[in-house]
């Protein structure tokens, strides 16, 4: 089966460094997403990596090996307003999106 | 704001009741989706129309009818729900079905609860 593993909550404290880990495992890969979901409001998309390496857009930071089937997200300088859960998703090869349960993510002051 | 509205934001209903959940999206994408989540589960795929044909039914309960008119509206058609059906159902968009790189927008979702 196709499934999808990241932790389901992490804290970490403001203006530090934290990773989400995701680990896959899916009926081919077309590339990996991640989103930020705010507690009742809509996933928002954060990052598309399909090759292997690290993709930094601002404060974030993603990361891709296809051959270990492991992702992580990295957020610096972390802000009160980063509490929310950070799903990963995974594109196989029907063009289909696998998701994860989401990390909740807590920032502490 | 996503360019993907969804009404309505909040829904309470019996288990007779037949009602219907709208999305409008306004970015001129050509597929759209429904999706549900409940608490501590990953999304689930529902539906997926793309130039307002269906591509996608992945085993969903017949108590689920979509509607899509048109490439901008899609509609879930809700009828003798049990509560485990209680969850938040988001509408997504995308500009195309089956392309990696296209990431999907969502509407703010519809909060579910069947009594």
């Known amino acids: 089966g196709q499934n999808i593993d990241q932790p389901t909550e992490m804290t970490a404290t403001e203006g530090a460094i934290v990773q989400i880990n995701c680990s896959y495992q899916t009926s081919g890969f077309n590339g990996l997403f991640w989103y930020q979901q705010h507690a009742g409001e809509a996933p928002t998309f954060l990052s598309y990596?399909?090759l292997d390496g690290l993709e930094e857009k601002g404060r974030f930071s993603s990361f891709l090996s296809r051959s270990k089937g492991y992702s992580y997200l990295l957020l610096k300088e972390l802000q009160m307003k980063d509490s929310a859960s950070y799903l990963c998703?995974?594109?196989?090869?029907?063009?289909?999106?696998?998701w994860g349960a989401g990390t909740k993510l807590i920032i502490k002051p | 704001e996503t360019g993907v509205t969804q009404t309505p934001r909040h829904l309470v209903m019996g288990m007779t009741n037949k009602k219907s959940l709208k999305c409008e999206q306004h970015l001129g994408h050509n597929a759209m989706y429904w999706y549900k989540q409940s608490a501590k589960k990953p999304l689930e795929l529902m539906f997926v129309?793309?130039?307002?044909?269906?591509?996608e039914n992945n085993s969903v309960p017949s108590r689920f009818s979509p509607e899509c008119p048109n490439s901008s509206h899609l509609f879930l058609h809700l009828h003798t729900l049990q509560p485990e059906d209680s969850a938040l159902y988001l509408c997504?968009?995308?500009?195309?079905?089956?392309?990696?790189?296209?990431?999907?927008?969502f509407g703010p979702g519809t909060r579910l609860t069947v009594l």
């Open positions: 997504a968009s995308s500009q195309e079905y089956g392309k990696g790189s296209n990431e999907q927008f």
């Open positions: 998703a995974v594109m196989d090869s029907n063009y289909q999106l696998i």
């Open positions: 990596n399909v």
């Open positions: 129309y793309s130039l307002e044909e269906r591509v």
